[in-house]
């Protein structure tokens, strides 16, 4: 396999690991408010999450940004937090400008790169040319940020198709759920608390 492979192929393993539930969270609560037939909407907010975190991964791979680690692992579930509280707030009602939205994804995605940086450093050790290892990287997670979408979207549209489940319904409930899943997620990492 050749180095863009591998890295690449880290990437989307990385964002679609289970064991880092998180990332999957806030990709899901970024995407509870779209249905299939707006998969275009949904992906300029997954875009606009990944330019946000190759912007933050790149300058923390580069120790131009340093931020302290039990900082940014209780950040990241309040990303989730807020963003599954906003969708609750917009549950039924059409979802109007992706503006907002696509700011939120952007700043949010800015705080998850940071959570990235520490894996993908490990990976990098002292290798000089990082250019390519993080171009790889990036198109990963980003390709597995759009398997995770495509997922979320496929299962709105049976559980709304099969079931006749309404939509601000189906909003509700995956937001609820992410949202006291993230609380759990943010309480545990409170920076100073956490053992």
Request: charged share 10%; net charge neutral; proline share 3%.
């Amino acid at each position: 396999m050749s180095e863009f492979g591998l890295y690449f192929d880290l990437g989307w393993k990385h964002i679609a690991d289970i064991s880092g539930y998180d990332h999957i969270l806030f990709v899901m609560a970024l995407c509870a408010l779209y249905t299939l037939n707006e998969w275009k909407k949904v992906l300029i907010l997954v875009t606009a999450f990944t330019i946000g975190h190759s912007i933050t991964l790149a300058l923390s791979v580069l120790n131009i940004v340093k931020v302290p680690t039990d900082i940014i692992e209780f950040l990241i579930p309040v990303t989730i937090v807020v963003t599954a509280f906003t969708n609750l707030l917009k549950a039924g009602k059409p979802v109007q400008k992706v503006q907002l939205n696509y700011f939120f994804a952007l700043f949010f995605g800015l705080i998850h790169g940071l959570g990235f940086s520490n894996y993908l450093k490990s990976l990098l050790g002292t290798q000089e040319d990082i250019t390519m290892p993080l171009f790889a990287f990036n198109l990963g997670l980003e390709f597995g940020q759009i398997l995770i979408v495509l997922a979320i979207l496929l299962i709105a549209a049976v559980v709304m198709g099969v079931s006749r489940v309404k939509q601000r319904d189906w909003v509700i409930f995956l937001s609820a759920a992410i949202f006291g899943i993230a609380v759990v997620m943010a309480c545990e990492r409170i920076p100073g608390l956490s053992a």
